[in-house]
């Protein structure tokens, strides 16, 4: 059974957070490096500050809204800031 992450990287260079989900991690942050993703394209390279993983696609989801909620934004943005 295939199992799915709720995740979100920091840009080394800018001030940015990037929340996504995936079923493979390691993967789409080496895609964000390399430059595969438009949206992230401009703030490369990234670090991997938090994942969470999920039994299905929707819990996922579920949970990626929520760290793009404004008391999402603050937790992310306070990992970033220890």
């Known amino acids: ?3 799915f992450y709720a995740y979100a990287l920091s840009s080394l260079k ?14 789409r942050l080496n895609e964000h490096n390399s430059g595969k993703n438009k949206t992230t394209k401009p703030y490369r390279p990234f670090v991997l500050i938090f994942e969470k993983e999920f039994e299905t696609r929707l ?3 579920n949970y990626e809204k929520k760290l793009k909620s404004g008391s999402g934004k603050e937790f992310l943005k306070s990992l970033v800031n220890t």
Do not use: F, H
């Open 1 to 3: 059974m295939e199992t």
């Open 14 to 27: 800018r001030n940015y957070i990037y929340v996504g989900i995936t079923s493979d991690v390691r993967r």
């Open 59 to 61: 819990e996922a989801r």
